[in-house]
């Protein structure tokens, strides 16, 4: 309890003592009305300060709240900083190390579907996710030997309906050394190629859709199914 209302109410029985002791010769001083509005006025005085205590009393458990929760959100946030440092500190470190110059590899893949390409199409697999030695060109579809040697090449065709069909040729300059055909049997159908091939500097690689042979569909192309164009170098000097 504050030390305000207590004060109030001490003042307040003090002034009800002397009036009271006034209320004898309350004629020869003031009248009983007076004497009655005094007394009055104490009392709404004492249910103001009564009310303001209570208000107190509020707030100061609200602010005891409020520092409790800041003390509490305090603790939480530093133990979130000191078990993410730990996960940090756990977590191995996964450190790539650089390919030497005799490294040539790639990887890419179409990010969008080919809708109903025509023959002789070249297949763009416009994102490259590895392209070790800068032979790959996301944007014409084609790998160009840096340095002779001896690569792999593998490339994956999917199409995603039924009935649909197409052969893809795989070419070394101008001249068709691979081949293979996907054939919608299923919703959805796939066809790996694989080719090994003897290359000088410069000769150049890629897929098509066969010159001659008509394709009828869409190549399909999303996070659920890549077509894809990949290929390494076994023996490069």
Same mark, same amino acid.
């Given at each position: ?14 002034a =009800? !003592? ?7 010769n ?38 005891e709240?409020?520092?409790n ?12 900083s000191? $078990?993410?440092? $730990? ?14 110059e005799?490294?040539i590899?790639?990887?890419?893949y179409?990010?969008? /579907? ?8 070249t297949?763009?697999y416009?994102?490259?996710v ?14 160009t ?39 919608? /049997? !299923?919703d959805?159908?796939s ?5 090994? =091939? ?5 000769d ?15 190549? $399909?192309?999303?996070?659920?199914? $890549? ?6 170098? =076994?023996?490069?000097?």
């Open positions: 309890m504050s030390s305000t209302y207590i004060s109030t109410v001490f003042l307040f029985c003090v =009800l !003592n002397s009036f009271s002791a006034a209320e004898n309350a004629h020869e001083e003031i009248s009983r009305e007076e004497f009655e509005q005094m007394k009055n006025g104490m009392k709404m005085l004492l249910e103001k300060v009564q009310i303001q205590e209570t208000r107190i009393m509020d707030l100061e458990m609200e602010i709240v409020l520092k929760g800041d003390k509490e959100k305090n603790r939480r946030t530093v133990t979130e000191r $078990r993410q440092e $730990r996960e940090v500190k756990q977590k191995k470190v996964r450190i790539v190390p650089a390919p030497s005799s490294v590899a790639f990887y890419a179409m990010s969008t /579907t080919e809708s109903n390409p025509s023959t002789h199409h297949i763009i416009d994102h490259a590895t392209n070790i030695g800068n032979g790959y060109n996301r944007h014409s579809g084609t790998f030997a840096p340095i002779d040697g001896v690569y792999v090449f593998s490339w994956t065709i999917f199409m995603s309906a039924h009935g649909q069909y197409m052969s893809i040729e795989f070419m070394l300059n101008s001249q068709p050394v691979g081949a293979s055909i996907v054939q919608g /049997t !299923n959805y159908s066809v790996t190629g694989t080719a090994i =091939l003897s290359m000088q500097k410069n150049i690689v890629f897929t098509r859709t066969h010159a001659t042979y008509v394709p009828h569909g869409s190549i $399909r192309g999303d996070n659920l199914m $890549r077509t894809a164009f990949t290929g390494w170098c =076994l023996s490069c000097h």
